[in-house]
């Protein structure tokens, strides 16, 4: 380069540096982005709002050359020798900007900007009346993958197990046997290994010498000394019985409660077997008895004995189109991020319960300190209702849904390391009552909704919930004058009443706190009690 006194031209030069905050030509380049709203003299620079003074500053200025728009002028100034050095190495780590302001002798960065670009050919600015984008003609994909799972096949699985032939699962029924029957057919299809005491079966004698089945496959993993992964599903539900004590029975289909998770299970499975084994070993079971307190699942992980598992997942409930949530993700720290990994990979958002529930048969490996999350759609008004039919499953949303749970059975069982669990059998979570007895509101819960109180998802048509002037969208405070904080107490809270006590239900519905008279009414009253 040339170094030249400043004395020595008589305006600025076509490209080159400026130094010094004294130079006599610095004011012209200054004027030069007058229009940026720069002002520089010997005593300070101003940028916009943002000033900066000479004394222990810095300055550095870059602008276009007026004679040659396609080079550059720099003005760059230190009142401290001491800062030269620095500023010198430090420099050519901020190229993006177009003005800087330093401090001291390090010197340290206290101000930075970049002029708008002008005389682009990459911007227009556009004049006149604003128009609007014409429409364009929809495109369709090049491609268009296939589905990965059969929703027609998930559809046929769900008619058949929830179809009144069936006589509603019921265990020990004529009914529960076929589907049992049947199910084991479809199970040994996938090519999984039997893992029962009889083939997939075990079987034994629940209470009331009712016969009870499970069926169990393995999907073999190429490391035998890893325990395996447990996936569930129930196959059982309320059969006949009343709605009301001494009415008439009733059909309690259970398409959702849980043909929907026997048929995710199924599609998993098939999937799964499909392609390379993975480190650990995939134990598939349907279990029964899951309305009675989860016993079939309770039995299972009793006789795995020393060969539990390192986590297990529960298919329960999948079959509305409503948010996919997740269940009982604090039993370890993984769980979250797992889940945040099969989003990203799938697209398919999943939402995580904040509240722990433990009421599904994953609460059998969770009593135990197992690791568990059951997969769930979420509650409904026909949940344990009449009104849960094979017509109101969602099998299209299921073919999509199911790429979560995939990703994450996938995921565990690659995984070398054991998970982190956070839960043990001590403080495992109180289950709540069970579906066959108890009394409450007719209200759905809102799993996803984190406290404090219960947040009203839906309110069963002509329930007394709804006589109360209950509405979806309430968040229940109190019963009773009793704190109400979350699930758990709701459930202890119902657990104390009676069928025809009044109760006093304190609600918050948009900021408003208001109290409301209401009768407890039964819950359903088909199957096992």
Known sequence: PRFLSDATLDG?????WLLGAHNRLGPGLAATLASE??????????????????????????????????????WVSADDPAAIRGLAAKLPHYGRYSWL???GDAPDNVGKGTWPPTGSELSRILDGPSTTAAPLPARKALAEPA????????????????????????????GMEAATAWVETRLAATGLEPAGDDGHRQAWTGEGDVPLVNLVGRLPGTDPTLPPVLVLAHLDHLGFGPLEPDGPPVLFPGADDNASGVAGLLEIAAALAAEPPRARSVLFAITTAEESGSVG????????????????VNLDMIGRPERLLVLDVASAREWRYALMGATYTTGVPSVPAPVPLAAGDHAACLDVGIPGIQFTTGPHADYHRPGDTADKVDATHMAQILAVPLEVIRWLAQRLDPLESTNTSTDAPARPPSSGAGVGLGTLPDFAFAGPGVRVQEVRPGSSGEAAGIRAGDIILAVNGAPVADLRALAEAWRAGRAGDRVTVRIDRSGQTLDLEAVLEPRALGGPR
């Open 37 to 74: 709203g720069v002002q520089a003299d010997a005593v300070r620079l101003a940028v916009g709002a943002e000033s900066f003074p000479r004394a222990d500053h810095a300055w550095v200025l870059v602008t276009r050359s007026p004679k040659d728009p396609a080079r550059a002028l720099a």
């Open 297 to 312: 699942a309770r039995h299972l992980v009793d006789a795995l004995g020393a060969t539990r598992p390192m986590a297990c």
């Open 101 to 103: 302001a330093f401090r």
């Open 12 to 16: 600025l030069p076509a490209a080159g």
């Open 147 to 174: 589905p990965r799972f059969d929703a027609d096949r998930i559809a046929e699985t769900v008619n058949w197990l929830a179809d009144p032939a069936r006589e509603g699962r019921k265990p020990g029924s004529k």
